[in-house]
């Protein structure tokens, strides 16, 4: 059984997104108030990294940052 190579492009846009939302969920509150949203918000940062990884490998198939460095 052939091993499937890494998806490059999507584990790099998956570490952008789980940054961006880090910062906005920690950092971008200020730090007086008590944080004011639901336990489940959460679990939004996992999930949209499951979509992101799953997007990239079954639906568009390509591995743009792969093809990039190839091409050099």
Not at 7 to 21: E, H, K, R
Request: aromatic share 16%.
């Amino acid at each position: 059984m052939k091993k499937k190579k890494l998806n490059i492009t999507a584990t790099t846009l998956s570490l952008i997104y789980c940054f961006v939302l880090a910062y906005f969920f920690l950092i971008a509150e200020p730090a007086t108030e008590n944080p004011n949203r639901p336990l489940w918000i959460h679990s939004i940062i996992p999930a949209g990294v499951v979509v992101i990884k799953i997007f990239f490998d079954y639906v568009i198939k390509k591995d743009y940052i792969r093809d990039y460095l190839d091409k050099k």
